[in-house]
């Protein structure tokens, strides 16, 4: 009789015990310590005063609402120049695909602080920008870049843009090429085989990268506070003032859950979105 050889698909589930630790330990314990502190009314009693009061407040939604706003903002600037940049990075071959990606990969390299301060000297009323257009006649007195949203999601996606870009990188990578050629040689043009083709297969990849812009972007405290000024508020530095200058922990911890379920909910709105996106190739 024949012996029944073992299923090498099959895995002692001990063997995640080290993972389910950690994850235990540093994700888990962690959120549940916040979860609860977040329950503690002003009275010491536990209860949803800390988030009846944010929910209540226009101008914690307000800070909320413009936070999630940016951070979709940050994303469409990155997508639309990350994309061009990732197919012609794709289809080049030689040093041109070289020369992207070292463009690509070597902000990652650099400090945020560093990057950031580097926006602050672009931007500055003396700046390389207002400095060039005086020169050039273009302008009679500086234009206001720093301290405004305009200068803050250029800055926060340049800071993001290779989060965006590496994705698409790969997403594009894995298209095979006979498709583009199969399309053309079919009759369609160039843009009905980029809609009908490489958009499509590319979705994973443009969802990952937007996922993860998203996320840096509205978590982005240092550059949200050096580029943003005191002008602007956003929920990272908003949670940092109640917690670090008012000492009002609860209060900063419930903020900190509502932030982290509008951010889940974006997120798993940019997944239905490419679900959707994904059945509408396919029609």
Known sequence: MTPRLPDVTRYDLRLASPLAL??????AAPLVALLVLSLR???????????????????????????????????????????PLALVATRAGGWVRGVIILAVLTPLLTSVVIRTFAWIVILGRQGVINSTLASLGLVDSPLRMLYAEG?????????????????????????????WDASE??????????????????????????????????SGFITQSLIGGGQMLFMPGY??????????????????????????????????LGRLARGYAQT
Do not use: E, H
């Open 22 to 27: 950690f994850f235990a330990a540093f994700f």
């Open 41 to 83: 009314g002003p009275d010491g009693q536990f209860g949803i005063a800390q988030y009846a009061a944010f929910l209540g407040d226009r101008f914690s939604l307000g800070v909320l609402g413009g936070t999630l706003w940016l951070g979709l903002k940050v994303t469409a600037v990155c997508l639309l120049l990350g994309y």
């Open 239 to 272: 949670i940092y003032q109640q917690a670090i200058a008012l000492q009002n922990w609860p209060f900063a911890a419930a903020m900190s859950v509502i932030f982290l379920v509008a951010v889940l909910a974006v997120i798993l709105s940019f997944n239905a």
């Open 185 to 218: 040689a079919l009759g369609a043009g160039r843009w009905r085989t980029f809609r009908r083709v490489t958009l499509p297969l590319s979705l994973p990849g443009m969802i990952a990268g937007a996922v993860l812009t998203f996320a840096a972007a509205i």
């Open 151 to 179: 200068g803050l999601v250029a800055a926060l996606a340049q800071v993001q843009m290779p989060l965006m870009v590496l994705p698409l990188m790969t997403a594009l990578a894995r298209i095979d090429p006979s498709l």
